[in-house]
């Protein structure tokens, strides 16, 4: 199987645009979840969405925002872009589900950068 | 919410020694725990997870062992290879907040050969 797959890789922006960031699952993943990876706050959780429905929203402002489609593919915008927005953005794929934990596979990332 | 402490932040070894990487979390409720492995430029690699009715977990070089009681969770990898170099991330989760994992701040691992 194919893994998880984000275009594009990298991004340059300069503040007060705004950007969307694509991520494909893996096949039959239903769960798709992004996380913002920063060298000084690490990995934070941003959102996840399961069948086209946000389940679970991190502290992130309302500039971040995502959706997900009937395929499972998800984007993830952000607007108004602040200097603070430069990071590593990835997005991981599970089966999805509920009652239980599933595995997490993570893509390689979008690097963004604000100017 | 759930709040993950990861210990030590940079670890060096001589290739062959064993490394052990610590984590304790918050919440009672979290029942999984995943380890990760992030090499530069590239997404995060699970390495081993383990969930809250296993005490230890194996496979080949590295390990998991996990205290329920006192909230606590460790990675061990024996005969470090300089390929093991990387950082090193856990994690925990819970069932009820399922595909939000929250991440220690990470483990620099560094292998000498």
């Known amino acids: 199987k194919a893994g998880v797959t984000q275009t594009p890789r990298y991004l340059i922006k300069t503040r007060g645009q705004q950007v969307t960031l694509s991520c494909s699952p893996i096949?039959?993943?239903?769960?798709v979840s992004w996380y913002q990876q920063t060298p000084g706050q690490g990995l934070q959780f941003l959102f996840e969405?399961?069948?086209?429905?946000?389940?679970n929203k991190g502290n992130f402002p309302g500039r971040f925002s995502g959706r997900q489609f009937s395929n499972s593919r998800s984007e993830m915008n952000v607007s108004t872009l602040e200097l603070g927005d430069s990071a590593l953005y990835l997005c991981?794929?599970?089966?999805?589900?509920?009652?239980?934990?599933?595995?997490?596979?993570f893509g390689p990332g979008t690097r963004l950068t604000v100017l | 919410g759930e709040n993950v402490e990861q210990h030590p932040s940079t670890l060096s070894v001589q290739e062959g020694d064993s490394a052990v990487i610590k984590c304790t979390y918050s919440?009672?409720?979290?029942?999984?725990f995943p380890w990760y492995k992030q090499e530069l430029g590239k997404g995060p690699q699970l390495i081993i997870d383990?969930?809250?009715?296993?005490g230890e977990k194996k496979d080949q070089r590295i390990a998991v062992t996990l205290n329920k009681t006192a909230k606590h969770f460790s990675l061990h990898i024996t005969e470090t290879q300089p390929e093991d170099s990387a950082v090193y991330f856990c994690?925990?989760?819970?069932?009820?907040?399922?595909?939000?994992?929250?991440f220690g701040k990470g483990t620099k691992l560094s292998v000498k050969p």
């Open positions: 919440d009672s409720a979290s029942n999984y």
């Open positions: 383990i969930r809250s009715n296993v």
């Open positions: 969405y399961f069948s086209e429905t946000q389940r």
């Open positions: 096949s039959g993943h239903r769960s």
């Open positions: 994690a925990a989760s819970s069932g009820g907040s399922q595909g939000n994992l929250i």
């Open positions: 991981a794929s599970s089966l999805g589900g509920r009652g239980t934990a599933f595995v997490q596979f």
